[in-house]
């Protein structure tokens, strides 16, 4: 067993559905979706620590890595949420731009993500 399998821990991806409110509009409703075992580090690569600085300014989120395995490779704007605390994270890049290829003895995808509310 790899280190990054002894970091993974239980997440659900979240759905998210619009439903109607009653009066003519929606709302925004989550529900848990299929379990999924991700690793979820805090980033502290000089890149994210720039996008940081600059979101600091803006809304304040931090970046965060989240690796899973090629065949669960999360997509843009996914939404999970960690079992142990409730956490959520929104991701903000595409799995399948940064996976290990398949001749690889590492199986892995990895994504950006930042902390996020559901709404």
């Known amino acids: 067993m790899s280190l990054i399998d002894n970091m993974m821990e239980s997440c659900v991806i979240m759905n998210k559905a619009k439903v109607p409110d009653g009066q003519g509009g929606y709302t925004t409703q989550w529900t848990e979706g299929a379990e999924i075992m991700v690793a979820i580090t805090f980033d502290t690569s000089i890149r994210a620590s720039l996008q940081g600085l600059r979101a600091e300014s803006e809304t304040a989120n931090v970046t965060y890595t989240l690796t899973t395995t090629r065949d669960n490779a999360l997509e843009f704007h996914d939404v999970i949420k960690r079992l142990s ?17 398949k001749v690889s003895t590492l199986n892995m995808s990895q994504v950006s993500a930042e902390r996020w509310e559901l709404t």
Request: aromatic fraction near 6%; glycine fraction near 6%; avoid cysteine.
């Open 85 to 101: 605390d409730n956490a959520t994270f929104r991701v903000t890049s595409d799995g399948k731009d940064n996976k290990s290829p």
